[in-house]
């Protein structure tokens, strides 16, 4: 019986790694018709973007509500992965109360470094735009949305409560999303979408951020 069962286990495994390359395509074209199209991306164009069936696509994302979600938990993960590159800090997307580092607390000058460095990429930005843009007009994707700032929120609030243990849960929880309503702004003034970005506006804001996780 065991060796019928690992040829089985084997196939099953080789399956699983190509299931998440395959994934990990459609999410690649999902977030190209999304900062190509905003609206018009429905499940058929990020098929075809794919060069896959509508069928093969809902196989692993039912709906686009559930696309936009693996879109923006990807992203959250990305930046995640980026903090924890460049500053240290280890955190877990589903996990706030896993935050820390190696060595004890973060820099949260650093932190919000990355975290402004990343509205340096303008096809992020504009994924992020077109996402809120759909949500506006998407009762589904608005849930998606939500939960996905929910955890963001959870995150930045678990980083400031390890860097002041002495604030009050409220405090803590309200300077998170103050830094989380700040910064996503900012991306707007920052990526020229909703105005000019000048290196004063970009001291003042670096400040204000910090400033809402520390002080």
Known sequence: MSEEKEPGAGKASTLTRQGSIRRTSLLDAAETVLVASGADASLRAIAGEAGVRVGHLQHYFPTRADLIKAVLERALDRSLERLA??????????DPSAVGTPEGAADPDEVVAVVLAEQEDPRLVRLYVEVWALAARDDEIATVVREFYRKYVANVEAFVQQGRPDWPDELCRARAETFVALVEGAALMRSGIAGSRSAAMDAQLAHCAVQLLRD
């Open 85 to 94: 590159e460049t500053t240290g800090l280890r955190m877990v997307r589903d």
